[in-house]
């Protein structure tokens, strides 16, 4: 079953606190889901997109 977020949800579940770092993800690529004038961002997407992300130690 996949779980979609509101913004705000997303944001909690990611530990983001600031709007304008959450505006980074969006620009970076964390796909969105619009209905309507509903926007929902599914738990998969959020969970493929930080571990697309992640980096190793050496390449910090």
Avoid at 10 to 16: D, L, R, V
Avoid at 40 to 46: E, L, N, V
């Amino acid at each position: 079953m996949t779980a979609y977020f509101s913004y705000k949800q997303a944001m909690q579940y990611m530990g983001i606190k600031s709007k304008a770092t959450f505006d980074k993800y969006l620009k970076n690529g964390l796909p969105t889901i619009l209905i309507g004038k509903s926007k929902r961002i599914a738990k998969s997407d959020i969970d493929e997109f930080m571990a697309a992300h992640r980096v190793t130690a050496k390449q910090e």
